[in-house]
């Protein structure tokens, strides 16, 4: 969309962003660790009960409609391969192994996200050790990439319009578009922050550490994908027949390295799969949490001998049935309707941690509360500084 120079500088300007909103928040949750704390909580906490309901609800909102656009993304890359069978059958079957993961006991769940994690992790590592590799000519064909696709087509694209506009329109939409890898992840610090053992010591090393993945499997991930793949290759994300492919996939096609784009391409497919199946458990978790504090019909409290909230997790699981979306339309295109309802929510978040945090900040001012177990040096500048940026996203969105 925007070409590899504006891709970094799109995933380099929302780690920036999110540094505010991160600290923000883990000063919050250092504070006061609650069990069942989240951003909801601190809004009805620190602000207004109004905003701690509504919070609830956008939360619950979001991480339903992550289902679906997960779907998606599972489907999009399993079309690498362009499959015979029905675009319906797929869908039904990604969808199904979600929901049937999240009626097992949490325990089943907690073991398949190890498993899922542990695969992430080692395959971006993996991936990003092999991008330095192609990039210092060690492919079978043993040309030096360099940063050839940096100079063709060019490090930046136009996008929709021509010349300095065209330019700025695909920055800006990069940028918009970016978002959607990061979205939630500091809100889930908060989340999990209630439960770990000494939680003011250990959430401003959570932080910290959240900062170091940005910085190496996402800021650096996006500068080799920059490398491997040029931006006009057609099997990226442009909505014909096959394309979407991960550009992991397609840089290791480009080097002629036989079928480990296929394992890559594997890797992709069950990490979106995985992201899908973690969502659901957040929706149904979020809405069960909800009617618990009486902000939701008490249906959503009844639960299974182990644990599980069926109600709540059927709730949440309908709208997985919006992936059939793509039957009429191509994923491409199904995929963008879905981010930009994520984004969208995401930017509200981060705009009303934002305002809460400034709200915490005065408060423990006025009050002369000094036993604060973390706090960033460039707080509340940054969270101002966020503030403005998320505003300004959500706006241009």
């Known amino acids: ?44 906490r620190f602000f207004s009960r109004s905003l701690g309901f509504t919070l609830g609800w956008v939360y619950w909102y979001i991480f339903s409609i992550t289902v679906p656009a ?10 690498y391969w362009s499959p015979p069978l029905h675009i319906a059958f797929w869908l039904t079957l990604i969808g199904a192994v979600m929901i049937a993961l999240n009626c097992f006991p949490v325990k089943v769940y907690g073991e398949a996200e190890f498993w899922f994690a542990s695969m992430k992790v080692f395959g971006i590592i993996g991936l990003l050790i092999l991008s330095v590799v192609l990039f210092f000519g060690g492919g079978p064909s043993h040309h030096f990439l360099w940063f050839s ?14 010349g300095d506009s065209g330019r700025l329109v695909a920055f800006v939409s990069t940028t918009t578009f970016s978002v959607f890898a990061f979205a939630f992840a500091p809100e889930l610090l908060v989340v999990t922050g209630g439960e770990m053992e000494s939680p003011r010591r250990n959430i401003p090393t959570a932080i910290r550490r959240y ?5 190496t499997f996402y800021i650096l991930g996006a500068l080799a994908v920059g490398i491997i793949v040029s931006s006009n290759n057609p099997n990226l994300l442009s909505g014909g027949k096959g394309a979407g492919a991960s550009p992991w996939a397609i840089g290791i096609r ?12 594997v890797v992709i497919v069950l990490s979106a799969w995985s992201a899908g199946n973690s969502y659901l458990y957040l929706a149904s978790r979020a809405l069960y949490s909800m009617a618990l504090a009486g902000n939701a019909p008490k249906i959503f409290t009844r639960c299974t001998k ?4 069926y109600y709540a997790t059927a709730a949440s699981a ?3 049935l919006l992936a059939y979306l793509n039957v009429a339309s191509t994923g491409a295109t199904v995929f963008n309707w879905f981010t930009n309802l994520i984004n969208t929510g995401a930017y509200q978040s981060w705009i009303c941690c934002c305002i809460i945090y400034f709200r915490y900040r005065k408060a423990s001012d006025a009050q002369g ?5 973390f706090r960033s040096r460039f707080q509340p500048y940054s969270s101002m500084f966020s503030l403005f940026g998320f505003s300004l996203l959500l706006l241009i969105n």
């Open 369 to 373: 509360i000094t036993d604060i177990p």
């Open 211 to 215: 900062f170091y993945r940005l910085i």
């Open 149 to 162: 696709n940096w100079s063709n087509p060019g490090p930046v694209k136009e996008y929709i319009v021509t």
């Open 306 to 309: 182990s644990g599980v909230p």
């Open 70 to 79: 997960e779907i998606t993304a599972t489907y999009i890359v399993i079309n």
């Open 1 to 44: 969309m925007g070409g590899p120079l504006f891709l970094l500088i799109s995933y380099i300007s929302i780690t920036l962003l999110l540094y505010g909103v991160a600290t923000a928040s883990g000063e919050m949750s250092a504070y006061l660790p609650v069990p069942g704390s989240s951003v909801a909580y601190y809004g009805q």
């Open 254 to 265: 480009e080097a002629g390295i036989k079928g480990l784009d296929s394992v890559v391409n």
């Open 318 to 320: 309908s709208f997985s």
